[in-house]
Structures are given as structure tokens and as C-alpha cells.
């Protein structure tokens, strides 16, 4: 990877049939481990489907696209970041947990997925309008990447916090 440009692979439709979950290592080899750095670098899945787990794994990006309501299974990030890009990323899933060092990026307006964070995750608002409503991230960090001007959301924390987010890769 290169200051300030992205890296990213692009795929059709993942589907993660059968039992068990599917471990998705998405790995890029730069500084501040990906998460917090700003930089993209990782896949772009267009379409999701199958009820088997994905569990997100390295610091490394995973773009999820499409109104997927195909996929039902459970969303675990236990690193990096999953990037919804819009609103239906993960609309079926039957659960999604962010896990400390991982991050869920709303790059979509009205996005009505409701994670359960744990202690040093972070949820992180990357368009203006990503939630509206009541939100509850307990522990959890919100990171405001884009201007909120009409948002109209209240933010719930317990023992979280709120700071400004700066991408690297425009």
C-alpha cells in the first residue's frame, strides 16, 4: 500500500453454506495495524449469501455491498474493519458483534443494522445520515468521519466515547 491510496479486490457474491463459521482474513502489511490509520486496503463483496457465520478477521477492510437478504447467518468482526456500503449490507443477518479491535463502518445512509459492541470496538459514521434514532454503544468508541449536519440520532454510551475520524486514502 501506498500513502494515501486504496488497495481493494473486488468479488461478485461470497456464500458461506454448510455449519460452522467462515473465517475472512482480510490482511493488509502497513503500520497502526489498519484500523485507526485511514488507509483502505481489503475486498469488496457485491452480494452475501448462505446462513453459515462470517467472522472477519485482520486489519484489513471488507466492503460489504447490495441489500443482501439472502444471507442469514451471524456477522462476528473480531478485527479491522466491515464497511457497509449500503443500507441492506446486512439486513438478514441474524446477528452482528464487534468485537474490541474490531470496526463496523456505515458508508450508507440509514443503515438500521443494530450491532452489539463490546469494550473497544468501534462504530464509525462515515456519510452523513449513516443512523437515525436511538443507538446503544455501550462501551463501545463512535467515530464521526463525515459531517452530520441532518442527523438526527441519540447516542447512548457506557463508559464509550465520541471523536472525530480522518481518512488518509481521498
Avoid at 39 to 44: H, L
Avoid at 117 to 130: K, L, N, Q, T
Avoid at 149 to 161: D, I
Amino acid at each position: 500500500v501506498v500513502a494515501n491510496q486504496r488497495s481493494i479486490l473486488g468479488a461478485k457474491t461470497l456464500s458461506l453454506t454448510g455449519s460452522g463459521g467462515s473465517i475472512i482474513d482480510v490482511n493488509a502489511s502497513t503500520v497502526n495495524n489498519q484500523i485507526t490509520s485511514g488507509v483502505s486496503t481489503g475486498v469488496a463483496v457485491d452480494a452475501l449469501t448462505g446462513t453459515r457465520d462470517l467472522i472477519k478477521w485482520g486489519n484489513g477492510v471488507l466492503y460489504i455491498r447490495g441489500n443482501n437478504t439472502a444471507y442469514t447467518g451471524n456477522v462476528i468482526v473480531e478485527q479491522g474493519v466491515l464497511s457497509a456500503t449500503s443500507a441492506g449490507a446486512l439486513a438478514s443477518a441474524a446477528s452482528v458483534t464487534v468485537r474490541r479491535y474490531g470496526v463496523f463502518e456505515l458508508f450508507a445512509a440509514g443503515v438500521n443494522t443494530t450491532p452489539t459492541y463490546e469494550a473497544g470496538s468501534i462504530e464509525r459514521w462515515s456519510v452523513e445520515g449513516a443512523r437515525s434514532g436511538a443507538i446503544n454503544l455501550g462501551a463501545a468508541t463512535l467515530q464521526v468521519a463525515a459531517d452530520q449536519f441532518t442527523t438526527n440520532a441519540t447516542v447512548t454510551l457506557n463508559r464509550g466515547s465520541i471523536e472525530g475520524f480522518l481518512r488518509t486514502d481521498d
